[in-house]
Structures are given as structure tokens and as C-alpha cells.
């Protein structure tokens, strides 16, 4: 769809919001796109990194607020202040969700590019991301209450993770908005630079990733998600099984041999 954009360059896959003209706010239709190409993606055997933007002054400022306020506006919405027909159901809800939940199913390692506003659905598609590296103009928070909602597209799973329950829930019902140098502080993002070089920081990052094993990252990550929160056994066992395949590869054995050697390693992920 023309709202959204997905390239690919060798390894590394390229996703973009594609809304400037309206600072990359999101339709329900866009998350129904989001959700079939993560499954796409998600077969993607050669894709070992992808990077989430959003062209222009902002990211993503959240919500199309007009698919609540018009009718047929952005998502086929009633009277004003109505919600899109559709959306007031459980079910119609967790097909949305699929929109940002693949995130975390994606074996690759995922990154959020993220200038201006990070605001809410802004904030928790950053949020479904591995790494979030911003520019220092950044500014990120849920804002759901502020419309008589509450964050559902994975702000109440993944910002407690981050700052832990108290933090979140005090952001969230706050609707607070944090800075770039507040969100660092906070753990909410890995990277702060100045906005002329966020480019080139997430293409540095990007490459030195796509130079690491592959099986050894999708493994970390495997291991990381599987683990996180869970009994130390459970943890320690996923990472067992993560470390089974790297110990079989060629690039184990690449990498000994480029040691001894006094050369650079070249991983095949097999």
C-alpha cells in the first residue's frame, strides 16, 4: 500500500511509514497491511536486520485521530467521537495487534529509526522494536487517555519491560510525553544523536550487525525474548537450545579458523 514501504538491500530490509504530509500518523488499515507483510517478512530466511522510519518532521504522532472523528475518515468511523466500525470488539482489537506483534516473532533483529514525535501508536511500534536508536530532537509517550482510551498495541506489554510496572503506568495515565535525553535515562531507547547524523548512526549500526554470525544473533534474540521475565531455568534453556545450532555452523568453525588465520571472519549463517 502507498502508506507504507518496505525495501529490501541485501540483508537489510527497510520499512517505512509513508504519511510526511501528515506526520506518519497510522489507519487501521495500515495495521491490517503491517500484519500480513510481517508474515511475509517473517519467511524471509535471508533478512537478518530491518529498519522501521518514518520520513519527515515526525515518525509516527500516532492515530489518524480523524478515523474517530469522521466518518469514512481513515477508518470508516460513525458520528463524531464514535469508534471506527469494527474496532470495539476483542477480536477485531487482537487482529490489529498483529500489526506490531510480529516484532518480536521476527527471528532478524529490528530497529527503530526515530526523529520528532514517537507518539502514541508512534511510541509502541518503537516500542515493538529491538533497538531504538533517535535523534535528539526525539520526544516519545502515550497519549491515549487524553481520548478516553488506553494504549492496546503493545505499550502496556513492552514500556513496563523497559521502566518497570510503576513507570509505565505513571506515563500512561499521565499521557506524559519524555525527551530525548529522558528517554535515555529511562532505558526507553539505546541511542541518542543529533538529528543531522541519525542517518548515518542507524546505517553504521545496521552494517556492523549484518558483519555479526547470523545464527548467533537470531539466536540472542530467541534466547533474550524467551527468557525475559521467565524462571532462570526456562531462560537457561532457551538458550541452550539457541547456542545447539551455532555449535553445528560453519560459521563456528569459520570463526576459530579466521583467528588463527589473523583474518577478518566471513559469516555465511549456515
Known amino acids: 500500500m502507498e502508506e507504507i514501504r518496505f525495501v529490501k538491500d541485501g540483508p537489510i530490509g527497510r520499512l517505512s511509514l509513508n504519511r510526511p504530509d501528515k506526520l506518519n500518523a497510522q489507519t487501521p488499515a495500515m ?23 518514518g520520513p519527515g518532521r515526525s515518525f509516527s504522532a500516532g492515530i489518524d485521530i480523524t478515523a474517530f472523528t469522521a ?20 477480536d477485531s482489537i487482537l487482529y490489529l495487534q498483529r500489526a506490531f506483534t510480529w516484532f518480536e516473532r521476527a527471528p532478524f533483529l529490528t530497529i527503530a529509526k526515530v526523529q520528532g514525535h514517537a507518539l502514541g501508536a508512534g511510541m509502541q511500534l ?16 502515550l497519549l491515549e487517555t487524553r481520548w478516553g ?8 506489554v513492552w514500556l513496563p519491560r523497559l521502566v518497570g510496572p510503576a513507570k509505565a503506568l505513571e506515563m500512561m495515565v499521565l499521557a506524559q510525553r519524555l ?24 546505517e553504521a549500526f545496521a552494517q556492523a550487525v549484518v558483519q555479526q554470525p547470523p545464527l548467533a544473533v537470531r539466536g540472542a534474540k530467541a534466547a533474550v525474548i524467551e527468557g525475559w521475565g521467565a524462571t532462570t531455568a526456562i531462560g537457561m534453556r532457551a ?12 560459521d563456528f568453525r569459520e570463526a ?12 555465511e549463517g549456515k
Open 126 to 141: 518503537a516500542l515493538a522494536c529491538d533497538i531504538r536508536v533517535v535523534a535528539d530532537d526525539c520526544q516519545m509517550g
Open 179 to 202: 525527551n530525548a535525553t529522558e528517554l535515555f535515562a529511562a532505558g526507553i531507547v539505546n541511542r541518542v544523536v543529533a538529528r543531522d547524523d541519525l542517518d548515518a548512526e542507524v
Open 256 to 267: 576459530g579458523a579466521a583467528f588463527v588465520e589473523g583474518r577478518a571472519a566471513k559469516f
Open 71 to 90: 466518518a469514512g475518515g481513515g477508518g470508516g468511523g460513525g458520528a463524531t467521537g464514535d469508534a471506527p466500525a469494527g474496532l470495539t470488539d476483542v
Open 239 to 250: 538458550a541452550a537450545i539457541a547456542q545447539v545450532p551455532c555449535l553445528k555452523s560453519r
Open 31 to 53: 495495521w491490517g497491511y503491517l500484519g500480513d507483510l510481517g508474515e511475509r517478512l517473517i519467511a524471509d530466511d535471508d533478512l537478518r536486520l530491518l529498519i522501521v522510519d
Open 149 to 156: 482510551l488506553m494504549p492496546d498495541l503493545g505499550g502496556t
